[in-house]
T-cell receptor
Framework: AQSVTQLGSHVSVSEGALVLLRCNYS??????LFWYVQYPNQGLQLLLK??????LVKGINGFEAEFKKSETSFHLTKPSAHMSDAAEYFC?????????????FGKGTTLSVSS | GAGVSQSPRYKVAKRGQDVALRCDPI?????LFWYQQALGQGPEFLTY????????KSGLPSDRFFAERPEGSVSTLKIQRTQQEDSAVYLC????????????FGNGTRLTVT
């Protein structure tokens, strides 16, 4: 069975500081990996995804993530935090070989950005 | 429409009432998912449709939960005899055909059972 663990339910950074949100996954087959962001009272918005190919994936709003198979990790980073980055972030995994398979989400990490 | 549309946005139900939540996916998206998101938690899978066929309903928490998508477009999630533990945000998502296609989420319906 697949699972996702997000280390740290709450991360606080100062504006301009590095953002690092950690995600580890468990999957018996090669995974597809996703990061979503959720602003208050809204649905989830896709930040980036890894399917195949290059292991460093760039997404929207300056975020990127690196797939490390040996560490079963897919950590999300951003070099310089902005106040508008404050939100809930979810890592998710799905099977690579099944179209339409459900995403399994982590419990989320709340990112706070202070000025 | 341009995105996934869900209605109502908010629903308050008294315990024991039946509710129906609607999802209008992005046009052309054959896959449709329902998720339940409790306060402070990540979304949890409820059920999945490919066109009108319900291929996976393993996440439905009880037989009080029922979902349908009769014409392969709009979907309805129905909860019978609501209980307080059903209070959550119910998210609908759709995706285009193809392996690895990302899910596009609606803004959800926040259900509060009193």
């Amino acid at each position: 069975a697949q699972s996702v663990t997000q280390l740290g339910s709450h991360v606080s950074v100062s504006e301009g500081a590095l953002v690092l949100l950690r995600c580890n996954y468990s999957s018996s087959v090669p995974p597809y990996l996703f990061w979503y962001v959720q602003y208050p009272n809204q649905g989830l918005q896709l930040l980036l995804k890894y399917t195949t190919g290059a292991t460093l994936v760039k997404g929207i709003n300056g975020f990127e993530a690196e797939f490390k198979k040996s560490e079963t990790s897919f950590h999300l980073t951003k070099p310089s935090a902005h106040m508008s980055d404050a939100a809930e972030y979810f890592c998710a995994v799905s099977d690579w070989d099944q179209a339409g398979t459900a995403l399994i989400f982590g419990k989320g990490t709340t990112l706070s950005v202070s000025s | 429409g341009a995105g996934v549309s869900q209605s109502p946005r908010y629903k308050v139900a008294k315990r024991g009432q039946d509710v129906a939540l609607r999802c209008d996916p992005i046009s052309g998206h054959v896959s449709l998912f329902w998720y339940q998101q409790a306060l402070g938690q990540g979304p949890e899978f409820l059920t999945y449709f490919q066109n009108e066929a319900q291929l996976d309903k393993s996440g439905l928490p009880s037989d009080r939960f029922f979902a349908e998508r009769p014409e392969g477009s709009v979907s309805t999630l129905k909860i019978q005899r609501t209980q307080q533990e059903d209070s959550a945000v119910y998210l609908c998502a759709s995706s285009a055909p193809g392996i690895g296609s990302p899910l596009h989420f609606g803004n959800g319906t926040r259900l509060t059972v009193t």
